[in-house]
């Protein structure tokens, strides 16, 4: 490897980085990167070190205005750079400030997860600006620029949708919405509503999720906190019509998410719809003779209803064990309360029965069994079952019907059944972008731009680490174990009369090596070194308290 100098017009001088290479017997030339934006005395320093790559040490026992100190992390970061630019990101982006900015908030998100504060803290330790070219900046620059990723949005989704499928528009979207609780009550999304996360008195926002149908996200989108799940498909519908799509498409939505109101909207714009329906509906097809309960098995079967839609249905064996044990389970908690208030009973002559059979109703009530398990007193709780109401509850179990307005001509039931099942693929980018990976909650933002900015920091980061998690498939790490170990990487850094000239990166060792090969990364030989400071406006405070 060798800078390569052509003087042009007496005073124009390019530099480029080359290196030899021989093939069928031939010696040719391949450029490796163009470092005319160099000066003179970087150049300098990169011949320095090309002279003496082999040996560093002799480099620094030949001249004593060199030295070589750690530098920064270089592995993650170039990594998930590598990775970004290959998916486009980089481009959709921009090559602007903020754009660059933008993806440093993604790969910062890809690393380690945490606030603006944290990222900020995280650039002091990896070799951001060096990577990307960024100047000095700190956390109030990244607030301002969740404001605008959230204006560049659309731009920056429609440019990722034209790299990823050009002209060959999808015919199928998978959309299915989550929620994300929230730990202060400022934030101007945040409201009250159906919490999937289970956490009681928390305000939340609702996220809603448009992806192809490899799971690949297209679109992400923040609505208010109590919005329910019908109501942000009519958004979506435009965004297929406008921007994604168009003529012959099919939404795909999981049970409550598509009714009639949508089943409209999708109509007037030509689409079709897959969707389940819910266990009174197919209680509601039963009384109308529409469907019969012997249809439902293993294998896959199908009914004709009224203007052209079509039910598919099936029987899960393995759901049906899970509810029943579920069941079974449930009615083992009541009567260990039952033994436990009888017991009390034995013991506390003056305890009220109608305490006791109080607590036995209302844990049956909340597990939703109160219907065919009846519980009475007579100084002595006992439980009775209405077999009758216990047959009718469990007849469905690891039941389920699906919903298409799609000819046969154009899917059959199997193509049907397939389609519905890749909203798994939506499920698992929620539950990584949720908890697994990239910890999308809590949020530390509180104005609407910002929380769909961050939203869709997290979305851009996702499409990072699914293509990791397949590209590392064959190797026995998660997708944080590779990341971590690949952060252990750190350049060398030439220092030249105290002044830092150039990153040397030095060879991995094999672990590292492996997952660089795996992901189909190659790591340069040398990185410009612009010696940018990076640090937050916020300190820690000077009596905070020490462990």
């Known amino acids: 490897m060798y800078v390569d100098v052509l003087t042009s017009q007496g005073k124009y001088k390019r530099y480029l980085l080359r290196e030899n290479y021989r093939e069928n017997g031939k010696i040719k030339h391949r450029t490796i990167a163009n470092l005319s934006k160099c000066s003179e005395e970087e150049i300098a320093a990169i011949r320095l070190a090309l002279k003496h790559k082999k040996d560093l040490t002799k480099l620094a026992a030949a001249s004593e205005v060199v030295s070589l100190h750690q530098g920064l992390s270089v592995g993650a970061v170039w990594l998930i750079f590598d990775m970004a630019r290959e998916l486009g990101i980089v481009e959709a982006l921009g090559n602007s400030r903020e754009g660059k900015i933008a993806l440093w908030q993604v790969i910062a998100r890809v690393i380690s997860q945490g606030s603006r504060l944290s990222a900020v803290r995280l650039a002091g330790s990896h070799a951001a600006c060096d990577i990307l070219g960024l100047r000095a900046f700190n956390e109030d620059d990244l607030y301002a620029n969740l404001d605008w990723l959230c204006k560049k949005q659309e731009v920056i989704e429609d440019r990722l949708f034209r790299r990823t499928y050009g002209e060959n528009k999808p015919a199928l979207f998978l959309y299915d919405v989550t929620s ?3 730990e202060g009550q400022f934030n101007e999304l945040g409201a009250f509503g159906y919490n999937r996360d289970g956490k009681k008195g928390k305000k939340q926002i609702v996220i809603g999720l448009l992806c192809g149908v490899d799971g690949r996200p297209m679109s992400i989108e923040v609505f208010k906190g109590n919005s329910q799940d019908p109501a942000t498909m009519a958004s979506q519908i435009r965004k297929v019509a406008d921007r994604f799509g168009g003529g012959d498409v099919t939404f795909v939505g999981d049970r409550g998410m598509i009714k009639s109101n949508q089943v409209k909207d999708l109509f007037g714009h030509g689409f079709h719809y897959i969707t389940a329906i819910t266990k009174p509906q197919i209680e509601t097809l039963l009384k109308g003779s529409v469907i019969q309960m ?13 203007e052209g839609v079509r039910y598919v249905l099936r029987r899960n064996p393995l759901r049906a064990d899970e509810v029943a044990a579920s069941r079974k389970s449930k009615i083992e908690s009541v009567e260990k309360l039952v033994r436990n208030q009888n017991q009390y009973l034995k013991e506390h002559p003056r305890a009220k029965e109608e305490v006791a059979l109080r607590k036995v109703c209302n844990i049956c009530k909340r597990l939703k069994i109160s219907n065919w398990l009846i519980p009475s007193v007579e100084r002595e709780i006992c439980l009775s079952f209405d077999d009758e109401a216990l047959a009718d509850a469990s007849k469905l179990d690891g039941c389920y019907v699906l919903k298409t307005d799609l000819s046969k001509q154009y899917a059959n039931k199997e193509t049907i059944h397939a389609r519905y099942k890749d909203l798994s693929l939506v499920e698992w980018a929620f539950r990584t972008s949720k908890t697994v990976e990239l910890e999308m909650r809590p949020l530390f933002v509180r104005l609407e731009s910002r929380t769909r900015g961050h939203a869709f920091v997290v979305m851009l980061a996702y ?13 026995d790490l998660t997708v944080q174990e590779g990341i971590s170990e690949l952060s252990q990487l750190c350049a060398t850094e030439m220092h030249v009369n105290g002044e830092p000239q150039c990153n040397k990166i030095p060879e991995p060792r094999e672990s590292i090596a492996n997952l660089l090969s795996a992901a189909k990364v190659k790591l340069p030989e040398v990185l410009p070194c612009k ?17």
């Open 180 to 182: 994300s609780y929230l």
């Open 531 to 547: 010696g940018t400071k990076v640090a937050t406006r916020k300190k820690l405070t000077e009596n905070r308290k020490h462990l």
């Open 463 to 475: 499409r990072i680490v699914n293509e990791l998690a397949k590209r590392w498939a064959g190797i």
């Open 294 to 306: 012997d249809l439902f098995d293993q294998d896959l079967a199908e009914v004709e209803g009224d």
